[in-house]
């Protein structure tokens, strides 16, 4: 029976949709017939849907259609262990909608009103908890050959399972019934694999399906295992390649690896959403930052594909191209959120591209199928470093083009200076920090008197795991970021406790009588043209401290949220007209209050179109659909405290 709903609804809505859609391209049709059947929308990773009913007239009418509570909540208490944020990504794929929650569960419902239609339980939590938290399951994915459908997940469990989209059981036919064990595969079993597992959903790219890992050293005794990314075949599960995120011995790159560090480095991971041309058969992998982030003696060299984009063929793992953003990265500015792609035009030239987003404040553009820049990418000088065993890369990557769309690198004329008092107030906390351009690298606490060094973007981003969107209509990316300084030094570990001479210390929230030390905005959102390159607007995001009795005489505009850490925040949506995301009411309202605030900008001017409140944190992407003719939006919140759910809206009937 639900089969047939499935396919009668897919049938329903067709006619209307090639309508408006005959002349778009199939890697994107999937949002322009109102379903949203991977984690950014399509694999190309807009986060964007053609859906009109809701816009710049009407958004603030929007109200609760329903709310589910996570299965999470029903998992025996001695099994239960604590989880993070709720981020989740619904899918919905002909009339149904499918949603995992944070350990991993995966159910089924119906998108009109909230009623399950079956679960799925991969029961990893019997695992145990995984040695780093939070714990957070964040999507799952969607593939199809035309007649079996799969949804995949990998669990914080370490497990790869294929579920049959319409009864929610294991495929049989798939690794051991239905389950692929990811402890294996990485060829080399020496490294501690308690220390690997899985956040960010996999991706199915013709018959092979993607895994990447979420790893950090946070036992800082360097037993992490490498990041490699595995694929296997979507069928029958079976192991089908390795790439080495860290090159090994014979292969191309190991000698960018110095001392023979290659052996022992761990981390390099994709622990966030990885992108595909499924027409070309390429997956994008955003690659992060290797052991120790902050200090590279035991890896010297430029640690080639660190902090890396890498195209590769997705049947065999060929790496097509790659291009690095950080040389021997000593800042943590890993490659954070999916690559987005897009055809663009260029000089009456088109062009398959892909725009990648980074910590560093920086938009990289590329020919998607041969990694050549759209627009030149310099080397440039950069400051050495004065600790020791450390050896920074003398030059790093520069983009000529988009403009930076934050702010990059400190100097004094960056410091708050609202009022002379907070100007020298701010000037003299400056003196106790290193400042300099992007890439001055941290230093040892202490030295020539300097507490730290203070990064700008800091280690939160520039843009992080929320990554931007595409508008496929008008080839224009919206980016949102963060513009937070980071106090950050070396320290020597207590005795004992770290293989490593010396850990990271680090400090957000540095500023006079509670401010930033720096000027706003604080928290932006940057559209811009990636036909031109050209910045169409820039808007601060959130209030932030504009209320601060030290500025309320000043009757301030919007300054941007400014100490909500909102790195691993949703993001937005595109639709026809807007752009939608939300903000934290204890920015916005009151430092007290619990929910949020959905808002919407008119996608074209950056003008504030509208908001609803509401009384949960929200969490995750925000992703839109198309049910029984009606428009939804959704979004996952809570987590913390067992109280994860996903809040759906629309208008009132």
């Given at each position: 029976?639900?089969?047939?709903?499935?396919?009668?609804?897919?049938?329903?809505?067709?006619?209307?949709?090639?309508?408006?859609?005959?002349?778009?391209?199939?890697?994107?049709?999937?949002?322009?017939?109102?379903?949203?059947?991977?984690?950014?929308?399509?694999?190309?990773?807009?986060?964007?849907?053609?859906?009109?009913?809701?816009?710049?007239?009407?958004?603030?009418?929007?109200?609760?259609?329903?709310?589910?509570?996570?299965?999470?909540?029903?998992?025996?208490?001695e099994?239960?262990?604590?989880?993070?944020?709720?981020?989740?990504?619904?899918?919905v794929?002909?009339?149904?909608?499918?949603?995992?929650t944070?350990?991993?569960?995966?159910?089924?419902?119906?998108?009109?009103?909230?009623?399950?239609?079956?679960?799925?339980?991969?029961?990893?939590?019997?695992?145990?908890?995984?040695?780093?938290?939070?714990a957070?399951?964040?999507?799952?994915?969607?593939?199809t050959?035309?007649?079996?459908?799969?949804?995949?997940?990998?669990?914080?469990?370490?497990?790869?399972v294929?579920?049959?989209?319409?009864?929610?059981?294991?495929?049989?036919?798939?690794?051991?019934?239905?389950?692929?064990?990811?402890?294996?595969?990485?060829?080399?079993?020496?490294?501690?694999?308690?220390?690997?597992?899985?956040?960010?959903?996999?991706?199915?790219?013709?018959?092979?399906?993607?895994?990447?890992?979420k790893?950090?050293?946070?036992?800082?005794?360097?037993?992490?295992?490498?990041?490699?990314?595995?694929?296997?075949?979507?069928?029958?599960?079976?192991?089908k390649?390795?790439?080495?995120?860290?090159?090994?011995?014979?292969?191309?790159?190991?000698?960018?690896?110095?001392?023979?560090?290659?052996?022992?480095?761990?981390?390099?991971?994709?622990?966030?959403?990885?992108?595909?041309?499924?027409?070309?058969?390429?997956?994008?992998?955003?690659?992060?930052?290797?052991?120790?982030?902050?200090?590279?003696?035991?890896?010297?060299?430029?640690?080639?594909?660190?902090?890396?984009?890498?195209?590769?063929?997705?049947?065999?793992?060929?790496?097509?191209?790659?291009?690095?953003?950080?040389?021997?990265?000593?800042?943590?500015?890993?490659?954070?959120?999916?690559?987005?792609?897009?055809?663009?035009?260029?000089?009456?030239?088109?062009?398959?591209?892909?725009?990648?987003?980074?910590?560093?404040?920086w938009?990289?553009?590329?020919?998607?199928?041969?990694?050549?820049?759209?627009?030149?990418?310099?080397?440039?000088?950069?400051?050495?470093?004065?600790?020791?065993?450390?050896?920074?890369?003398?030059?790093?990557?520069?983009?000529?083009?988009?403009?930076?769309?934050?702010?990059?690198?400190?100097?004094?004329e960056?410091?708050?200076?609202?009022?002379?008092?907070?100007?020298?107030?701010?000037?003299?906390?400056?003196?106790?920090?290193?400042?300099?351009?992007?890439?001055?690298?941290?230093?040892?606490?202490?030295?020539?008197?300097?507490?730290?060094?203070?990064?700008?973007?800091?280690?939160?981003?520039?843009?992080?795991?929320?990554?931007?969107?595409?508008?496929?209509?008008?080839?224009?990316?919206?980016?949102?970021?963060?513009?937070?300084?980071?106090?950050?030094?070396?320290?020597?570990?207590?005795?004992?406790?770290?293989?490593?001479p010396?850990?990271?210390?680090?400090?957000?929230?540095?500023?006079?009588?509670?401010?930033?030390l720096?000027?706003?905005?604080?928290?932006?959102?940057?559209?811009?043209?990636?036909?031109?390159?050209?910045?169409?607007?820039?808007?601060?995001?959130?209030r932030?401290?504009?209320?601060?009795?030290?500025?309320?005489?000043?009757?301030?505009?919007?300054?941007?949220?400014?100490?909500?850490?909102?790195?691993?925040?949703?993001?937005?949506?595109?639709?026809?007209?807007?752009?939608?995301?939300?903000?934290?009411?204890?920015?916005?309202?009151?430092?007290?209050?619990?929910?949020?605030?959905?808002?919407?900008?008119?996608?074209?001017?950056?003008?504030?179109?509208?908001?609803?409140?509401?009384?949960?944190?929200?969490?995750?992407?925000?992703?839109?659909?198309?049910?029984?003719?009606?428009?939804?939006?959704?979004?996952?919140?809570?987590?913390?405290?067992?109280?994860?759910?996903?809040?759906?809206?629309?208008?009132?009937?």
């Amino acid at each position: 029976m639900l089969i047939t709903q499935r396919k009668m609804l897919f049938l329903c809505l067709l006619p209307i949709a090639l309508v408006t859609c005959a002349e778009k391209q199939d890697a994107q049709e999937d949002t322009y017939l109102g379903q949203w059947r991977h984690a950014g929308g399509n694999h190309f990773s807009e986060k964007y849907t053609a859906l009109e009913q809701i816009d710049v007239n009407n958004f603030s009418d929007m109200e609760i259609a329903w709310r589910w509570q996570s299965a999470d909540t029903r998992i025996p208490e001695e099994l239960h262990y604590s989880t993070g944020d709720y981020r989740a990504i619904p899918l919905v794929i002909e009339g149904v909608m499918y949603v995992n929650t944070n350990h991993g569960q995966i159910v089924a419902m119906n998108p009109g009103t909230g009623e399950e239609l079956w679960v799925f339980d991969p029961e990893s939590y019997r695992f145990g908890p995984p040695l780093f938290s939070p714990a957070q399951t964040r999507g799952i994915e969607y593939w199809t050959d035309g007649e079996i459908e799969r949804l995949f997940v990998a669990t914080l469990g370490k497990q790869l399972v294929s579920i049959d989209i319409d009864t929610g059981q294991p495929d049989p036919n798939f690794g051991d019934g239905g389950y692929v064990d990811l402890k294996n595969d990485f060829g080399k079993l020496e490294f501690e694999m308690n220390n690997i597992t899985h956040g960010a959903p996999p991706i199915a790219v013709g018959t092979s399906v993607i895994v990447g890992s979420k790893i950090y050293d946070y036992t800082m005794n360097n037993r992490s295992p490498p990041g490699h990314v595995r694929a296997y075949d979507t069928y029958t599960g079976q192991f089908k390649w390795r790439f080495n995120t860290i090159p090994q011995e014979g292969e191309a790159y190991n000698e960018t690896w110095e001392d023979d560090s290659w052996r022992v480095a761990g981390n390099t991971n994709v622990w966030t959403f990885m992108s595909a041309d499924d027409e070309a058969g390429i997956v994008y992998l955003p690659v992060s930052t290797p052991t120790n982030d902050y200090w590279g003696g035991f890896r010297l060299g430029e640690n080639v594909y660190a902090e890396s984009l890498v195209a590769l063929d997705a049947e065999t793992g060929e790496r097509l191209w790659h291009f690095q953003t950080v040389h021997h990265g000593l800042w943590d500015y890993d490659i954070a959120s999916a690559p987005n792609l897009v055809d663009i035009e260029v000089d009456g030239r088109p062009i398959k591209a892909v725009a990648q987003v980074s910590k560093t404040g920086w938009t990289y553009v590329f020919d998607r199928l041969t990694g050549e820049p759209v627009w030149p990418i310099e080397e440039r000088p950069v400051p050495p470093s004065n600790v020791p065993g450390e050896r920074t890369h003398p030059t790093q990557p520069h983009p000529t083009w988009p403009l930076a769309f934050e702010r990059q690198g400190m100097t004094e004329e960056d410091l708050i200076d609202f009022t002379p008092e907070i100007a020298a107030q701010a000037l003299e906390m400056a003196q106790n920090f290193v400042l300099g351009p992007i890439f001055t690298p941290p230093v040892v606490a202490g030295t020539n008197g300097k507490l730290a060094t203070l990064f700008l973007p800091g280690a939160g981003g520039g843009a992080s795991f929320s990554g931007a969107n595409i508008d496929p209509e008008t080839n224009i990316l919206y980016v949102p970021s963060q513009t937070r300084p980071y106090a950050m030094s070396l320290v020597e570990p207590p005795p004992g406790t770290s293989v490593w001479p010396y850990v990271i210390q680090v400090q957000r929230d540095v500023g006079p009588q509670g401010l930033p030390l720096v000027k706003p905005p604080y928290r932006r959102i940057t559209a811009i043209d990636l036909d031109t390159g050209e910045h169409v607007w820039q808007i601060p995001f959130g209030r932030g401290p504009a209320n601060h009795p030290a500025l309320q005489h000043l009757d301030l505009p919007d300054l941007g949220s400014s100490f909500t850490d909102v790195s691993g925040e949703g993001g937005l949506l595109i639709t026809k007209s807007l752009l939608i995301s939300y903000l934290a009411q204890k920015d916005e309202v009151d430092p007290e209050a619990k929910g949020s605030i959905l808002v919407a900008f008119n996608k074209d001017t950056g003008e504030k179109a509208g908001q609803v409140m509401v009384d949960r944190r929200l969490h995750g992407p925000v992703m839109s659909y198309l049910h029984d003719g009606q428009q939804y939006i959704a979004v996952a919140g809570g987590g913390r405290n067992n109280d994860a759910e996903l809040i759906v809206f629309a208008l009132p009937q």
